[in-house]
């Protein structure tokens, strides 16, 4: 039988509200085992980008990143955002690393292609290092993950936090029974501000016919029933509180 | 026979100059077996605080680190300076990782305290983590260390990097023998402007007397001596050439 794992994926309102990210990393700090935990950042770096005057470009809620939005990018999250989370977990003696796709060649991407629009500086994931992440684990460290990649020619790349956190959960698979977990701002999936206690893919089929499952939230889930039929035992999907229970969030099975 | 281990310091222009950065990168890069590098950040910090309209505060050289001053400065040294100095060390093959003293504990501090000059969030140096950067040399990665540390208690420090290159030098001496290099940006230590091949402890005395040796100078050679005393084996001072070669440079000895 395989160990566990926990995977946790943060965005919204946790990473950027410093008392709910404080009690977040408090219950996170109380998880026994082995655990990742993923973070972007996006809010923050904008509301950076603002502040020496650069007007943070979105397309579909996706982020354009050029060279300055990507200096901001790399400073926010793997600086000031990734520190936050390592020091505060710290004093919460759960002894955590921070690591970027660049920090031992941990995340390889190449430059998304351009086809109707130009993303800038933004990643595809090639491969995960799981060597580092399997040694930092048996260090009893844990690895706080931001999202950014890098194509080992001396380019970092923005890259999609929920992208990150599955491919590390898919390939991590392969030597532990992986559970995964999105944390972001509503209890899990709504069907008429009704959560969605489970959700399997042909429900999942259904619920984008009926526009129930629609915009942002499908490549999200695409990314999910893609993480399951690839290994990886079980995926929830809630606010931070299912890290502490998943009585309230979206199962998803196959 | 101990192992050997190098540790180099950057400071000033090697780190404010894109190019001169990539050449030395470059070169460290072709070092062969184990070495650390440590970093700060200064004046690229300032350049940020500026244009976020924050006016930096410095009393006698020596940075005073308000909290937005801080976030600056984890922004630069932890996000920009250490992730730009690992993708580039990696397109360069030489495998690193970045760390500050938050990621696996590695620099334990308490703030300065408040004598004549309250320096905020600066931190003086308590413990290293030595098993950390033993077990990351040990998987033929270099670290690459930026200058923060903290307290356990949730705070991150603004710290001194000449500091944190000597306390690791010294602690990791007990493990390996040592070669320490400050790099900076004149050839040396100078004497009406001619470079002093090689210093003791009675030419320092003199040369302080003689008032050669000055200000700014005086910490940064007290900590070298100290170093020497305290286990480690060789320490040069010198610009960002002395990696390939320690011909025109200034020698410490005791």
Redesign the interface.
């Known amino acids: 039988m395989k160990d566990k794992l926990l995977v946790v994926k943060i965005g919204g309102s946790i990473i950027e509200n410093d008392s709910i990210l404080n009690d977040f990393l408090k219950s996170f700090s109380k998880i026994k085992g082995r655990k990742i935990l993923v973070h972007g950042g996006g809010k923050i770096a904008s509301s950076?980008l603002k502040?020496?005057?650069i007007v943070p470009k979105l397309i579909e809620g996706r982020r354009i990143t050029d060279k300055n939005t990507l200096?901001v990018v790399?400073?926010?999250?793997?600086?000031?955002l990734?520190?936050?989370i390592?020091?505060?977990l710290?004093?919460y003696n759960c002894?955590?690393?921070?690591?970027?796709g660049?920090?031992?060649?941990l995340i390889l991407a190449k430059k998304r292609r351009v086809e109707k629009i130009d993303y800038g500086f933004v990643g595809d994931i090639e491969k995960i290092n799981t060597n580092?992440l399997d040694?930092i684990i048996n260090?009893k460290?844990c690895p706080i993950i931001c999202s950014?990649s890098?194509d080992?020619?001396?380019?970092?790349f923005n890259t999609n936090a929920d992208s990150i956190a599955s491919k590390i959960s898919i390939e991590l698979s392969k030597r532990f029974d992986v559970t995964l977990k999105y944390c972001f701002d509503k209890p899990g999936l709504l069907s008429n501000n009704n959560l969605i206690n489970s959700i399997n893919t042909s429900d999942y089929k259904n619920l984008i016919e009926k526009n129930i499952i629609k915009d942002g939230m499908i490549p999200k889930i695409d990314n999910c029933f893609y993480a399951l039929k690839n290994g990886v035992n079980e995926i929830f999907i809630g606010n931070h509180n299912i890290i502490k229970s998943i009585k309230n969030c979206t199962t998803l099975t196959l």
């Open positions: 950076f502040k020496i005057g200096d790399i400073m926010t999250y793997a600086g000031l990734n520190k936050k390592v020091s505060t710290q004093k002894n955590s690393l921070g690591l970027s660049s920090d031992g060649n580092l040694e260090m460290i950014l890098h080992k020619k001396g380019q970092i």
